[in-house]
């Protein structure tokens, strides 16, 4: 499947001036200092900071969120590496495109570019809205973003669809940690030598760390710089670019929210660091914009993810695998890299193919609800269940300015789903 929204443009144009190269500088006492440089036609940046000189080659991307998204040399490089190419050709919706929504058809390729410049958004944020003493340190910025683009580079054929096909025996994050290290394994661009070398690997350490949204991983302690766990995979709020990329990029394919019930980026964009460097804090007055992300989060479930067809496919998906290619399921980046590169939406498509129900994934018009049949039952939790106390965020400003939000008890109660279907 090509990759519908991302374009990449290499070569002489893709350089960049001072104006675009600003902003992709990890400081602003770096963009106090630095000098951008051209050479000629070469696609180089050159920077000065302090006595040395940094040079990177530059790619643009069009994406369909973010616009032009441009990646230094050694984001190149991993966006270059097989595991990462793999993702092209896995599904974001998992079996959705298939059954309902064929125009949906982003693959996790877009979602981890887009979730890369997310990520170094909000570390812009933090940085202009903070009156922060300490200063992150370029390597740990960087392992941030790296993991920002890796943090779903684990996921098996068609997403989340595959932990349902696995029943609950895969985990996307853990199998990500194995593709880390082999995408370090062969890195040759010295920012991403550093990261695994230097320090005894401390900076590979905090990507998986990052990715797994668990301290304890590390092997170190991060002192005034814990905050950044709140980044990527937020654990204890839920708030962090993952769910801020998806969101947007989801219903941008899926058109089922207003531009009005997507309006949560100033959650991110005005978020700051707390005083002791160990929570991200966002404002009082954006508070009604957490819940209208979980109010959008709850609806994409509800309205697209969901979909009691979906769910169906999803059934009918599993007991095929599991019926006609069970060895699949064993297959991970760890235990089997060269067959888990292999292992895609469109190949294990045509590994079931034979399956006398394979024909109702492709052609779902032949799926009809019924008062009996096979029956589809889930539970989808409620925005208000989903946003959690307002305890676990930690806010900053005016508490006067925090607009009360009201529950309706069909937004604090869970939805469930129950739905016979025939096969025809």
């Given at each position: 499947m090509?990759?519908?929204?991302t374009?990449l443009v290499y070569g002489?144009?893709?350089?960049?001036?001072v104006?675009?190269?600003?902003?992709?500088?990890?400081?602003?006492r770096?963009?106090?200092?630095?000098?951008?440089?051209?050479?000629n036609d070469?696609?180089?940046?050159?920077?000065?900071?302090?006595?040395f000189?940094?040079?990177?080659t530059?790619?643009q991307?069009?994406d369909?969120i973010?616009?032009?998204i441009?990646?230094?040399?050694y984001?190149?490089?991993?966006t270059?590496?097989s595991d990462?190419?793999?993702l092209?050709?896995?599904?974001?919706?998992?079996?959705?495109p298939?059954?309902?929504?064929?125009?949906?058809?982003h693959?996790?390729f877009?979602h981890?570019?887009?979730?890369?410049?997310?990520?170094?958004d909000?570390?812009?944020?933090?940085?202009?809205?903070?009156?922060?003493?300490y200063e992150l340190?370029?390597?740990?910025?960087?392992s941030?973003?790296?993991a920002?683009?890796?943090h779903?580079?684990?996921h098996?054929p068609?997403?989340?669809t595959w932990?349902?096909?696995?029943e609950?025996q895969?985990n996307?994050e853990?199998?990500?940690?194995?593709?880390v290290?082999?995408?370090?394994s062969?890195?040759r661009?010295?920012?991403l030598v550093a990261?695994?070398d230097?320090?005894n690997g401390?900076?590979?350490?905090?990507?998986k760390?990052?990715?797994?949204?668990?301290?304890?991983?590390?092997?170190?302690?991060?002192?005034?710089?814990?905050y950044?766990?709140d980044?990527?995979?937020?654990?204890?709020?839920?708030?962090d670019?993952d769910k801020?990329?998806?969101?947007?990029r989801?219903n941008?394919?899926?058109q089922?929210?207003?531009?009005?019930e997507?309006?949560?980026?100033?959650?991110?964009?005005?978020?700051r660091?707390?005083?002791?460097?160990?929570?991200?804090?966002?404002?009082?007055?954006d508070y009604?914009k957490?819940w209208?992300?979980?109010l959008?989060r709850?609806?994409?479930?509800?309205?697209?993810?969901?979909l009691?067809?979906?769910?169906l496919?999803?059934d009918i998906?599993g007991?095929?695998?599991?019926?006609q290619q069970?060895?699949?399921?064993?297959v991970?980046?760890?235990?089997d890299p060269e067959?888990?590169l292999?292992?895609?939406?469109?190949?294990v498509?045509?590994q079931i193919t034979?399956?006398?129900?394979?024909?109702?994934?492709?052609?779902?018009?032949?799926i009809e609800?019924a008062?009996?049949g096979?029956?589809?039952?889930?539970?989808?939790?409620?925005?208000?269940?989903?946003?959690n106390?307002?305890?676990?965020?930690?806010?900053y400003?005016n508490?006067?300015?925090?607009?009360d939000?009201?529950?309706q008890?069909n937004?604090?109660?869970?939805?469930?789903?129950?739905?016979?279907?025939k096969?025809?």
């Amino acid at each position: 499947m090509p990759v519908s929204a991302t374009v990449l443009v290499y070569g002489a144009r893709s350089a960049l001036n001072v104006s675009q190269s600003v902003p992709l500088l990890h400081s602003l006492r770096q963009q106090q200092q630095c000098q951008s440089l051209r050479n000629n036609d070469d696609a180089l940046t050159a920077t000065r900071v302090g006595s040395f000189r940094l040079i990177h080659t530059y790619a643009q991307i069009q994406d369909a969120i973010h616009g032009i998204i441009y990646l230094p040399s050694y984001i190149q490089e991993i966006t270059q590496q097989s595991d990462f190419q793999r993702l092209k050709k896995v599904f974001q919706l998992g079996l959705l495109p298939l059954s309902v929504k064929p125009g949906a058809n982003h693959t996790r390729f877009e979602h981890c570019i887009g979730t890369f410049k997310s990520a170094q958004d909000q570390l812009n944020a933090l940085l202009r809205n903070s009156n922060y003493e300490y200063e992150l340190p370029d390597w740990c910025r960087k392992s941030v973003e790296i993991a920002a683009l890796l943090h779903d580079i684990g996921h098996g054929p068609f997403s989340h669809t595959w932990e349902h096909v696995c029943e609950g025996q895969f985990n996307h994050e853990k199998n990500s940690e194995a593709c880390v290290d082999r995408v370090f394994s062969d890195a040759r661009d010295d920012e991403l030598v550093a990261l695994r070398d230097d320090h005894n690997g401390r900076g590979v350490n905090l990507i998986k760390a990052l990715i797994l949204g668990d301290r304890s991983k590390l092997n170190y302690v991060m002192m005034h710089h814990a905050y950044i766990f709140d980044i990527v995979h937020n654990k204890v709020c839920g708030l962090d670019v993952d769910k801020w990329d998806y969101l947007r990029r989801d219903n941008h394919y899926l058109q089922v929210l207003s531009a009005d019930e997507m309006d949560f980026d100033e959650i991110f964009l005005n978020a700051r660091i707390a005083p002791d460097g160990q929570r991200i804090e966002y404002r009082y007055e954006d508070y009604h914009k957490i819940w209208l992300l979980y109010l959008a989060r709850h609806r994409l479930h509800l309205e697209a993810y969901q979909l009691p067809k979906v769910l169906l496919c999803n059934d009918i998906f599993g007991e095929i695998v599991r019926r006609q290619q069970p060895h699949l399921l064993d297959v991970n980046a760890e235990s089997d890299p060269e067959e888990w590169l292999r292992l895609n939406d469109e190949r294990v498509l045509e590994q079931i193919t034979n399956d006398t129900e394979t024909q109702y994934l492709r052609a779902t018009e032949r799926i009809e609800e019924a008062n009996e049949g096979r029956l589809v039952r889930r539970r989808i939790s409620g925005p208000g269940e989903d946003m959690n106390s307002n305890k676990v965020y930690a806010f900053y400003g005016n508490p006067s300015l925090r607009r009360d939000i009201f529950l309706q008890e069909n937004q604090q109660q869970s939805t469930i789903i129950e739905k016979y279907f025939k096969l025809k």
